[in-house]
């Protein structure tokens, strides 16, 4: 169980390290926490992948072919970003 640390808001709980090796939901956590990870940079990689396409199209838009370009490169990132966050998801999911 953890505690609410006395100078930080209530709603706000953390667990010492020495609370962590005897609790027994450790394992549970740690999954999700991998599990958050995860969509975590999915959702980053989706981000990055629309703030390029909004780049691209712009710099199309206003003939700044530097900005169409940049924005293609930021978008692709972006989609390598997230198609790992889902490798990795699909993988955790068929172990």
Do not use: F
């Given at each position: 169980?953890?505690?609410a640390e006395?100078?930080a808001h209530p709603s706000?709980?953390?667990c010492?390290p020495?609370?962590?090796e005897?609790?027994?939901a450790?394992?549970d956590?740690?999954i999700?926490?991998?599990d958050?990870?995860?969509?975590k940079?999915?959702?980053?990689?989706?981000y990055e992948?629309?703030?390029?396409?909004?780049?691209?199209?712009s710099?199309?838009?206003v003939?700044?072919?530097?900005?169409?370009v940049?924005?293609?490169?930021?978008?692709?990132a972006g989609?390598?970003?997230?198609?790992?966050?889902?490798?990795k998801?699909?993988?955790?999911?068929?172990s």
């Amino acid at each position: 169980m953890c505690v609410a640390e006395p100078t930080a808001h209530p709603s706000r709980a953390y667990c010492s390290p020495q609370r962590w090796e005897s609790d027994s939901a450790l394992g549970d956590e740690s999954i999700h926490l991998q599990d958050r990870q995860m969509k975590k940079q999915q959702v980053k990689g989706r981000y990055e992948e629309a703030k390029g396409k909004v780049k691209e199209v712009s710099g199309h838009v206003v003939g700044n072919e530097k900005l169409e370009v940049e924005g293609k490169l930021q978008k692709n990132a972006g989609k390598v970003q997230a198609d790992i966050g889902d490798a990795k998801k699909k993988i955790k999911k068929n172990s």
